[in-house]
């Protein structure tokens, strides 16, 4: 080997040392970046120069060192865990919020609860069937009962602001899958063009983009692959995202054309769905995933009323009502909101139903051509205090758009014994689960203005002509509260209003509990996998210093030898 080789080894050693420098001050540098990793140099044995043979071996003489890569220090498999479980923690998280929020909505965390207007509601009730007769009663009773609708109209009001408002945050979500999307394909191409001469990888744009990876997995599940030009792929929900020469966007539609709600929808796929929602979400499945699906899931695909709750009396077939059940805890009770909107009107219509039929109380009968209708309960039905017209028929709580009663028609009524009986009947408006407008639903329901202008007509007196009061009355708004009234959700005891209500905030509270606890142990679980994460990719300063030490000394290493080969080929021109 020449000297003029040992030079040159000399020189390989030097750059080799000062570029090992240079990455390691560039770790140190970059010790409290968020989303820096840390680069390592690895070095390798140079080309070899044989220069001879035998028949045991090549005789081969090293010229040096080279950088073989300065390669990033990552582990793939903790990338994949980090960003599937912090997915599954956003998931989780934006649900737990919705209940916050809902909650905040009942008043049951700041002292303020609708139980209240509930529990007001039912003093006055008590006290107007001790005193049916006392003007004060009455009017206390219609106040507590005007107060009751109203608050529960702010109730039902926020609840579907609130869900409307949540558009905002799925369209922001949205938007920046849409930005990361094109973030990514811009540094793709900027790292295959800068790593195309294969002299140096552009490590800063992958530590850029692999922050962009963590974000994205959080917002919507995700697969990706790295391809060997350094170009990395994306697919979202099963669908390309990022491809190697693409982005494919996502958009928002209404969910229907009556709907204010939107749903994300891929724009690059004519418009189809992002998320299949009908199936139910599961960690076994990984579809637990993303917190813009946890916002859809909680938010729901509309505005939920008591009429989306099945009723067991409602169906003609138990098979009928299992599917109906199933469909239900499925679709409905996924939801935290459309959940509280359905348990939430059913109380009130309860409460507004139960109320009207005591004091406007109706009766079926069969016509002669064997249909069957309701009609006024004249003979039970109790009258008001007011002179001389003794009202009859007038409920507290009327519909918005329906009156309750239609005019006084003829009918022929079908008698027990086969006969017929021409009656004058004002036949009731019955509810249709299809036109809201029908319903005893928040949002249509009134007080009575006859009522809230003259108490006295207030049907609380006995229709015999004694002007008594109705004690059969008085005795029903009296056990009103005791009575069996219906059940939270399909799988639940039917209870009375007041343990409804209980069992009501119950059943939020608990999957309140259930989705914080989730939300905890998935923040835990992705704390503890990004320590293991950090453990290989971050920057120990300890660590860099040490290896500052060791390459200054290769480098003074190499220097030295430069200098002793100088310094014998100055030996050999000045003394030849």
């Not at 968020?34 to 680069?39: A, L, P, S, T």
């Not at 990361?180 to 983009?209: C, F, M, P, Q, V």
């Not at 299809?434 to 006295?456: L, R």
């Not at 056990?479 to 009375?496: E, K």
């Amino acid at each position: 080997m020449s000297l003029m080789s040992s030079l040159y080894t000399g020189v390989s050693g030097l750059t080799t040392s000062q570029n090992a420098l240079n990455t390691t001050a560039h770790n140190l540098t970059n010790i409290n970046t968020k989303g820096y990793v840390r680069q390592q140099v690895v070095q390798a044995d140079s080309t070899y120069f044989n220069w001879g043979v035998n028949h045991l071996t090549t005789f081969q003489t090293g010229i040096g060192v080279d950088i073989q890569t300065v390669r990033q220090v990552r582990d793939t498999f903790l990338d994949k865990s980090y960003r599937k479980e912090i997915g599954r923690q956003g998931f989780y998280e934006v649900q737990y919020e919705a209940v916050s929020e809902v909650e905040s909505m009942l008043g049951e965390l700041e002292g303020v609860a609708f139980q209240n207007a509930l529990e007001e509601l039912w003093e006055s009730l008590q006290e107007v069937g001790k005193q049916p007769g006392a003007i004060e009663s009455r009017a206390d009773f219609i106040k507590n009962a005007q107060s009751f609708i109203e608050r529960a109209d702010i109730v039902y009001n926020q609840l579907n602001e609130y869900q409307v408002n949540l558009n905002t945050q799925i369209t922001g979500k949205v938007n920046r899958i849409n930005k990361i999307a094109e973030e990514i394909e811009k540094l793709n191409n900027d790292i295959r063009h800068y790593e195309s001469t294969g002299i140096e990888n552009a490590n800063d744009l992958r530590d850029t983009r692999n922050s962009l990876i963590d974000e994205l997995g959080k917002i919507i599940n995700i697969t990706y692959k790295e391809h060997m030009d350094g170009v990395v792929t994306v697919n979202a929900e099963g669908m390309p995202l990022v491809t190697e020469s693409n982005v494919y966007k996502m958009g928002t539609a209404k969910i229907s054309a009556t709907s204010n709600l939107l749903k994300p929808v891929w724009t690059g796929y004519d418009n189809i769905d992002v998320y299949e929602l009908e199936k139910p979400s599961t960690t076994k499945d990984d579809t637990d995933v993303g917190s813009l699906k946890g916002l859809l899931v909680a938010r729901g695909d509309k505005q939920a009323r008591y009429t989306d709750i099945p009723v067991r009396g409602n169906y003609a077939t138990d098979k009928a009502y299992d599917d109906a059940v199933k469909n239900y805890n499925d679709t409905l009770n996924t939801s935290v909101i459309m959940t509280v909107q359905a348990q939430f009107d059913q109380l009130i219509h309860g409460v507004v139903t139960a109320i009207n039929d005591i004091l406007s109380p109706n009766v079926k009968v069969t016509l002669d051509d064997g249909s069957e209708i309701w009609i006024l309960d004249e003979e039970n039905a109790p009258i008001g205090m007011d002179e001389p017209d003794y009202t009859m028929g007038e409920a507290l709580f009327n519909r918005k758009s329906v009156d309750r009663y239609s005019a006084p028609t003829t009918v022929n009524i079908l008698n027990a014994d086969g006969t017929t009986t021409s009656k004058s009947v004002r036949i009731y408006n019955e509810e249709d689960s299809s036109d809201v407008y029908t319903m005893f639903t928040i949002g249509e329901i009134e007080i009575n203005s006859k009522i809230s202008s003259n108490h006295s007509v207030l049907p609380l007196s006995s229709n015999n002509g004694s002007n008594e009061v109705d004690y059969r009355a008085a005795e029903a708004l009296l056990g009103l509260w005791d009575n069996p009234f219906a059940s939270v959700s399909p799988d639940t005891p039917v209870s009375n209003f007041k343990d409804y209500y209980v069992a009501f905030i119950g059943d939020l509270s608990i999957r309140g509990q259930q989705l914080e606890s989730i939300s905890v142990n998935q923040a835990t679980m992705v704390d503890r996998i990004d320590s293991q994460r950090q453990q290989v990719i971050g920057v120990s300063s300890d660590e860099e210093l040490t290896n500052l030490i060791k390459f200054q000394h290769a480098y003074n290493a190499s220097s030295r030898f430069i200098t002793v080969v100088d310094q014998m080929l100055e030996h050999i021109l000045t003394r030849l």
